[in-house]
């Protein structure tokens, strides 16, 4: 299982952004599949979930991305997508997707499978 995140940079403080994530190895109806973010500097404190679709099809988002960021997917290029509106900038961090059975009190979140990370920096 692979999973590659793509599409950060630097964006204005009230700009959007939309990130990719292609999956390989798994479909995506057969695990969890989310979003999460770790701030630079908080390494210690591990990521924190941003959104996950779980496999009944139910979409959780954070409190501070609720009515900003929107998890969407498309099944026939395995890929899913975090579109980001009205970015601030403690939203700045390196952003993974991870698949697995989201957890969200357990270790790494329940994750199994997580790719390497893309850089979002919202600053003016």
């Known amino acids: 299982v692979q999973l590659q995140a793509s599409g950060g940079g630097l964006v204005q403080p009230g700009g959007s952004l939309t990130l990719s994530c292609e999956v390989s190895?798994?479909?995506?109806?057969?695990?969890?599949i989310g979003w999460f973010r770790q701030a630079p500097g908080k390494e210690s404190e591990g990521a924190s979930h941003?959104?996950?679709?779980?496999?009944?099809?139910?979409?959780k988002y954070a409190d501070s991305v609720k009515g900003r960021f929107t998890f969407a997917r498309d099944i026939a290029k395995n890929t899913v997508f975090l579109s980001m509106n009205n970015l601030m900038p403690e939203d700045t961090a390196t952003y993974f997707c991870a698949a697995g059975e989201y957890a969200p009190d357990g270790p790494f979140h329940g994750m199994d499978y997580w790719g390497k990370g893309t850089l979002v920096t919202v600053s003016s």
């Open positions: 190895g798994v479909r995506l109806d057969d695990w969890d």
């Open positions: 941003v959104t996950t679709r779980t496999r009944d099809g139910s979409i």
